[in-house]
């Protein structure tokens, strides 16, 4: 990097801003002063008719300086210098590459042109954080692109390709070469008048009402709780009703109102989650490679993780014990994989070359002796794993990793059984594996530091947020769900229905209740780990049998059309299957129980309250290494809501001392269920957080 971030020059009649920020040219008030002074000499030079501003390394400016985040704002702001090159008296073009994201696509929308390189990514990311774009974004885009492109790109946070920028309007021009040699042409190019410039604040902007009521409809269904999207849209809005001044001062004021919503700190919390879980004691050590898969299993999960593995670019070939299963697990990921190509996640090339020869199957697991990486997603039977790693012992080739996706079984004991243990872990994919992002890499005794570093290698080549987790029943995530359940369960035999538990919690923000869920993932799961685990279960313990009558019954959630609830082609909504409540009734009869009434606040606490209590003890026996990793498991796959943060960070807002209060309180109708965690109780006695034990 040069002294300073922002240095100029002078090629002929062209002044050339480049800005060398590593590693991703954020937008630090250093890179803003430099531009702003930039700005200010060369047009002062007389020997200069346009400028052009480039990005040194491998991107243009990738966005604000995370190291900011929640610090004071220092002079100049991002809006003060988007709108200090937009009155530059000579033309400004941005010569954008890479991933130019939220403030640095507001720094290209300030200048008078853009033009991309092949491969440059542009977006507006803030909503995920709680925010708005804060510097014109709000207000130029739809200058551009017009109101509904714009609302589309603000409140969804997505990114888009040049092509597709172009397509908008959001750029003028896709251009070649070197970003300093394109940035030169671009210039010349101004001056010449082949490349037409312009102010975009002083371009009008087409009122569209009908896209901002349909927008607005959107985000009362699908995101009714937060509050960073509503926002957008108002500050989309005043970008036809407003000149640009007015409607930069508004975006300014609804910024500030995002900044301090309780909504903000919750999503930074998982934006950092998501970076955190990856600082592992094994970090140092170097991945094993792998290029060649192995997946053992056909089944829904089985076709989900090949079709993971498949749209990240690997050799895959599936193993199922007979012609008939194999068949149906790769038409599955077939099914799969043209799914993602009607979504566009997948190229036609790519899905040539997995027809070609990328996937293929076989019934035995001799085939896949050559493979780097074989993961086992069997049926969820101790001996049936141990008795496919028996054979793995002796198929695999050296060096191989052999990884299970069991759910809740001892990774020690599947280990055990060969005669590598250091070569084995668990790889616990989320259902659809190849849609959901978390990934438990569950580190046995004996597991190799340099595979623990390849699972999480693996997971970044997949997109996919890895945890690291030690060993016990269920790991993080099912270890936490076991007892939380416990919770929507009692609710249930008290007295409320699963709809009414289910409606509580989706109004706190989960996508979907514990219920739902339940009949989604298949309620024979967990009856499997209930019957495993019955004799080991106190005496002491309230236990409720309704879920297991439905099994008893057939009824397994979605997959048979009933669970919790009916479902059907002919089924309207999400009614409730009478033979559940049916079941239920008769259990609340067998214990006694007089069924009382719970108000939705009563449920959410009952449940989170009981989430976090496992969730400390997690953290304090070592199975997740910090909270903010369970805070990620819970996230990224158990459907926590992001705006809240994680468990843990909400445990911090309720407070400890709060929490323990509530716990003993519960603890007088059920002393066993309600202990307090030691982790807790000694928190709440030092008045310390669960994010003071992050590191």
């Not at 609804?254 to 934006?271: M, N």
């Not at 600082?279 to 089985?302: D, L, N, W, Y």
């Amino acid at each position: 990097m040069s002294e300073t971030p922002v240095t100029t020059e002078r090629v002929g009649r062209i002044g050339l801003v480049a800005i060398d920020n590593p590693p991703v040219n954020a937008a630090s008030h250093a890179v803003r002063a430099g531009i702003a002074s930039a700005i200010d000499a060369l047009a002062a030079d007389d020997g200069v008719d346009a400028i052009a501003l480039y990005g040194v390394g491998r991107t243009f400016i990738a966005g604000a300086d995370i190291r900011e985040f929640g610090k004071p704002p220092q002079s100049p702001g991002l809006t003060q210098v988007c709108s200090h090159i937009e009155a530059c008296a000579k033309p400004v073009v941005a010569l954008i590459h890479g991933t130019t994201l939220g403030g640095g696509l507001e720094i290209a929308l300030g200048c008078h042109a853009r033009v991309a390189l092949p491969g440059t990514q542009v977006g507006f990311p803030e909503v995920t954080l709680g925010l708005i774009p804060g510097a014109g974004g709000t207000q130029r885009a739809p200058r551009l692109t017009g109101i509904k492109a714009a609302l589309d790109l603000i409140t969804s946070g997505k990114r888009i390709d040049a092509d597709a920028a172009l397509t908008l309007g959001l750029i003028d021009r896709l251009g070649e070469g070197p970003p300093r040699e394109a940035a030169i042409k671009a210039g010349e190019d101004i001056v010449s008048g082949a490349l037409p410039h312009r102010r975009t604040g002083e371009l009008g902007v087409a009122p569209d009402e009908a896209a901002l009521d349909a927008k607005t409809a959107e985000i009362a269904r699908k995101q009714p709780n937060l509050f960073a999207p509503v926002r957008c849209v108002e500050a989309v809005a005043a970008s036809a009703r407003l000149p640009i001044a007015d409607g930069i001062a508004l975006e300014r004021t609804l910024f500030e109102a995002c900044l301090e919503s309780p909504q903000r700190a919750g999503l930074v919390h998982a934006f950092f989650a998501e970076r955190a879980v990856a600082k592992i004691p094994e970090a140092s050590a170097t991945p094993r490679p792998v290029e060649r898969i192995g997946v053992i299993g056909g089944g829904t999960m089985g076709s989900g993780i090949a079709t993971a593995f498949l749209l990240a670019g690997y050799s895959v070939t599936m193993v199922e014990r007979d012609a008939d299963g194999l068949a149906r697990g790769q038409a599955t990921v077939e099914k799969n994989l043209a799914g993602a190509v009607k979504r566009g996640k997948l190229s036609e090339a790519r899905l040539a070359d997995i027809n070609a020869g990328a996937f293929s199957g076989a019934t035995t697991v001799d085939a896949l002796a050559e493979a780097d990486l074989i993961i086992e997603a069997a049926f969820e039977d101790m001996a049936v794993k141990q008795d496919l790693f028996s054979q793995l012992d002796k198929a695999a080739k050296k060096g191989a990793i052999l990884a299970t996706n069991t759910s809740y079984l001892d990774v020690d004991a599947i280990a055990a059984i060969t005669s590598r243990p250091a070569d084995v872990i668990g790889l616990h994919f989320f259902s659809p594996a190849h849609v959901m992002r978390l990934l438990e890499v569950v580190v046995a005794d004996k597991t190799a530091a340099d595979v623990v570093a390849t699972g999480f290698a693996v997971a970044r080549k997949l997109g996919k947020v890895a945890v690291r987790a030690g060993v016990c029943e269920g790991f993080i995530g099912n270890r936490i769900l076991s007892h939380y359940r416990k919770a929507a369960e009692y609710l249930v035999m008290d007295g409320a229905s699963p709809a009414e538990v289910d409606r509580a919690l989706e109004d706190f923000g989960f996508a979907m209740g514990p219920h739902a869920v339940f009949d989604l993932a298949g309620l024979d799961i967990a009856w499997a780990a209930r019957k495993r685990l019955a004799a080991t279960r106190p005496a002491e313990e309230r236990y409720a049998a309704y879920a297991d009558k439905l099994c008893e019954a057939g009824q397994f959630g979605r997959k048979t059309g009933r669970g919790f609830y009916l479902y059907g082609e002919d089924v309207d909504g999400r009614p409730q299957n009478p033979e559940a409540l049916a079941f239920i009734e008769a259990e609340r009869e067998k214990a006694g129980i007089t069924p009382r009434t719970f108000s939705a606040e009563e449920i959410v606490q009952r449940y989170l309250t009981a989430m976090i209590a496992e969730a400390a003890r997690v953290v304090e026996d070592g199975t997740a290494l910090r909270p903010i990793d369970v805070d990620a498991v819970l996230l990224f796959g158990y459907g926590f809501p992001r705006f809240r943060g994680g468990p843990l960070f909400l445990a911090d807002t309720i407070g400890a001392a709060r929490l323990v209060r509530r716990m003993e309180d519960y603890a007088q109708e059920d002393p066993f269920y309600w202990q307090v965690p030691p982790l807790l109780r000694t928190l709440a006695e030092e008045d310390r957080t669960f994010a003071s034990l992050n590191g």
